[in-house]
């Protein structure tokens, strides 16, 4: 995903204006350019990541104009159903540092109406408890003429970029820990004594000093899984691959042979060039 939008958005935007009046487009780069490259990149990859993704527009504490990005999940976006999708109301659910209150921010054409909601406190997994009322505390006039938030979806369908690859990456995680886990866990194994007998006061001495004590001839073995470590691994990177293919990325640190040509190297970047440009 971050190769897919700096491959977007590694240049930043540049503006320029058809009228040939350079002192907006300086007006412009004079406000923007200081905030504008890294925002664009990260409400691209919220998009990515949700599927859509929405840039709030607001006036900061020194006047200035700014832009935050709010995905999803601590927001929400009306639209009028017409072809120009016209947002007729936006709500925007936050906390504050060192407050255990949830509040809500709603924007209107002109206004924004704050409410608290009460009766809901986030705990220390971030998470909410039962909502039982919603408070009004206030509200303000904005200078913006209409909905200061504007939806960004990725796609037509607003498809999250990850969609249908997410059973890959299930299956490649689930793989892995197994694997992980059959490694550095031995719970599943056994011990097998050859020759000898102990009886179950020996093993818990045996537990306690770390010790084993057998007679001559006497064997003492771990009785573990075996590993097919070549399945394993031909099975991650057939995973591995089908998820570069589906998601028409390259893989960079794949070793290409030192006499790959030019052309080769370009038709690898095709699929993603055009990913981009339906972008």
Request: charged letters at 25%.
């Amino acid at each position: 995903m971050d190769n897919e939008v700096g491959y977007i958005l590694g240049k930043p935007v540049n503006y320029v204006s058809k009228s040939d009046n350079d002192e907006v487009v300086q007006k412009l780069d004079f406000n923007m350019s200081h905030w504008e490259k890294e925002h664009n990149i990260n409400l691209r990859k919220q998009s990515e990541i949700y599927g859509e993704s929405y840039e709030l527009n607001y006036i900061d504490s020194d006047g200035q104009f700014a832009s935050t990005v709010l995905t999803p999940q601590n927001a929400y976006v009306l639209e009028d159903g017409t072809a120009d999708r016209n947002v007729m109301l936006a709500i925007h659910k936050f906390t504050r540092r060192f407050d255990d209150k949830i509040y809500l921010d709603v924007y209107t054409d002109n206004e924004i109406l704050h409410y608290e909601l009460s009766g809901s406190k986030k705990n220390s997994l971030m998470k909410q408890s039962k909502l039982t009322d919603l408070q009004y505390i206030g509200k303000h006039n904005h200078i913006f003429g209409r909905v200061p938030v504007i939806s960004c979806p990725a796609n037509t369908e607003r498809k999250c970029g990850f969609q249908d690859v997410i059973s890959l990456f299930d299956a490649y995680n689930a793989l892995n820990s197994d694997l992980v886990n059959e490694i550095a866990d031995h719970r599943n194994s056994y011990l097998v004594i050859e020759n000898a007998k102990l009886e179950e006061e020996d093993l818990l001495k045996m537990k306690k000093m770390g010790i084993i004590q057998v007679p001559v001839g006497g064997k003492v073995t771990w009785l573990i899984k075996e590993i097919n470590d070549s399945f394993v691994k031909n099975e991650l990177d057939n995973l591995e691959h089908k998820i570069y293919d589906m998601m028409d990325q390259v893989n960079f640190n794949e070793n290409w042979a030192s006499n790959t040509s030019s052309l080769a190297l370009r038709n690898k970047l095709l699929n993603l060039e055009n990913r981009v440009a339906i972008r």
